[in-house]
């Protein structure tokens, strides 16, 4: 069952169809803004994992080796490889909310009066 995607030109997102038969047509369109300017892309070649083996992937200690729990920047690269590996599990604007928190300035806690 072959998968197509199409990239929109007016609001940038990337729309999926699964047809049951590669002789199956389908007319395009983009399923954020439902506009028909799109243009078909070359798909990421997928290879399905099982939970289990994502998770033993995540917890791999040489893969920790350089984490360190108390600089935010370390902490970050983690977070975006949980991300990568879960997909959408952790949501679409994931690592766009990742990008936001690094850019907040760090809050120092308020001296006791």
């Known amino acids: 069952?072959?998968?197509?995607?199409?990239?929109?030109?007016?609001?940038?997102?990337?729309?999926?169809?699964?047809?049951?038969?590669?002789?199956?047509?389908?007319?395009?369109?983009?399923?954020?803004?439902?506009?028909?300017?799109?243009?078909?892309?070359?798909?990421?070649?997928?290879?399905?994992?099982?939970?289990?083996?994502?998770?033993?992937s995540l917890l791999d200690p040489s893969k920790l080796s350089g984490l360190d729990e108390n600089d935010p920047r370390s902490m970050e690269k983690l977070m975006k490889r949980m991300g990568r590996e879960m997909g959408d599990e952790l949501g679409e604007g994931f690592e766009q909310e990742m990008e936001e928190a690094m850019s907040e300035p760090e809050s120092t806690p308020q001296e006791d009066l």
């Open 1 to 56: 069952m072959p998968i197509y995607e199409y990239y929109c030109d007016r609001c940038k997102k990337v729309s999926s169809f699964l047809l049951l038969r590669a002789t199956e047509e389908i007319e395009p369109c983009c399923k954020s803004c439902n506009t028909k300017d799109v243009r078909r892309i070359l798909s990421r070649v997928s290879i399905l994992k099982s939970e289990e083996s994502r998770m033993e």
